[in-house]
Antibody, heavy 122, light 109 residues
Framework: QVHLVESGGGVVQPGRSLRLSCAAS????????MHWVRQAPGKGLEWVSL????????YYPESVKGRFTISRDNSKNTLYLQMNSLRAEDTAVYYC???????????????WGQGTLVTVSS | EIVLTQSPATLSLSPGERATLSCRAS??????LAWYQQKPGQAPRLLIY???NRATGIPVRFSGSGSGTDFTLTISSLEPEDFGVYYC???????????FGPGTTVDIK
């Protein structure tokens, strides 16, 4: 059974950094792309990043490009999100999710972890 | 950037009724569209991917259809546990950029 557990959230001041982790189990972690998605309080879902199975390819939306970095350690079955220059608008629950890898093309997120809350506030 | 819009914003139906949720893309996404369900305090759950494929463990009362810019999620006969918010999501061709719609809330009467 696939299990994803995020950690590392908390309260951080604007302009500071935070690193999130996602511990994966129940599947061959090194074979799947992984995503981060966030959800601001009371709002909808926003995709944050995708990393390929081998860590070679990384993709971001414009809203976080240059500030956030996704990475992975396949020897530890762990996904990371390094968040720098944090802003109030980055306040959200951050979810990690496994890519379904349907027909070898990234696109569908299944399953998701339970999320970790990041609050950016002075 | 492809923008997804969903309608209606809220749907209030009784158990046993049919629910029809719509998702429209600002430009064609081919069949690269998925649907997720999110209940309060929970993570989203994949229901349908690539327009019409049910994810593992998803009941047959959930079905998806459409192509290009117009897509539909149908719940054939609502169960009380089907309340929640439903999001559509598209995957861009290249680069792989993913966007979600604003969601449709399904209230069970």
């Amino acid at each position: 059974q696939v299990h994803l557990v995020e950690s590392g959230g908390g309260v951080v001041q604007p302009g500071r950094s935070l690193r999130l982790s996602c511990a994966a189990s129940g599947f061959t972690f090194s074979s799947y792309g992984m995503h981060w998605v966030r959800q601001a309080p009371g709002k909808g879902l926003e995709w944050v990043s995708l990393i390929s199975f081998d860590g070679k390819y990384k993709y971001y939306p414009e809203s976080v490009k240059g500030r956030f970095t996704i990475s992975r350690d396949n020897s530890k079955n762990t996904l990371y999100l390094q968040m720098n220059s944090l802003r109030a608008e980055d306040t959200a629950v951050y979810y990690c999710a496994k890519d379904l890898d349907y027909l070898g093309i990234p696109g569908w997120l299944d399953p998701w972890g339970q999320g970790t809350l990041v609050t950016v506030s002075s | 950037e492809i923008v997804l819009t969903q309608s209606p914003a809220t749907l209030s139906l009784s158990p046993g009724e049919r629910a029809t949720l719509s998702c429209r893309a600002s430009q064609s996404v081919d069949t690269y569209l998925a649907w997720y369900q999110q209940k309060p305090g929970q993570a989203p759950r994949l229901l349908i991917y690539d327009t019409s494929n049910r994810a593992t463990g998803i009941p047959v009362r959930f079905s998806g259809s459409g192509s290009g810019t117009d897509f539909t999620l149908t719940i054939s006969s609502l169960e009380p546990e089907d309340f929640g918010v439903y999001y559509c999501q598209q995957r861009g061709n290249w680069p792989p950029i993913f966007t979600f719609g604003p969601g449709t809330t399904v209230d069970i009467k």
